[in-house]
């Protein structure tokens, strides 16, 4: 495995073309991730790359987040019946 280290407040500046690489990674106090042999591998040898972190939510947003998509995914309310006369039909 390759190691990232982390790095806060660094800027690493406007890129016009970009790949995507995904994968997962245990967060530790030694403040570096490593990165799978085979992302590693496939990596160019040098150049700048901009890292977007994506922890795991809090437990309070996964209940807002619940109750936002249940409340989503009820029927619309009677009086806003009228809204639906608007719509083109499809």
């Not at 073309?17 to 106090?29: G, K, P, R, W, Y």
């Not at 700048?48 to 309310?77: H, M, N, P």
Request: charged fraction near 30%; charge should be negative; proline fraction near 4%.
């Amino acid at each position: 495995m390759g190691i990232l280290r982390l790095a806060a407040g660094k800027e690493a500046g406007y890129f016009a073309f970009m790949n995507d690489v995904e994968f997962t990674a245990e967060l530790n106090e030694s403040g570096t991730l490593r990165i799978p042999h085979e992302v590693a591998k496939n990596l160019p040898c040098s150049g700048k790359a901009r890292i977007i972190l994506l922890t795991a939510d809090r437990d309070g947003d996964r209940e807002w987040q619940a109750a936002a998509y249940e409340q989503f995914l009820r029927d619309d309310a009677p009086e806003d019946a009228i809204y639906d006369s608007l719509a083109p039909a499809l």
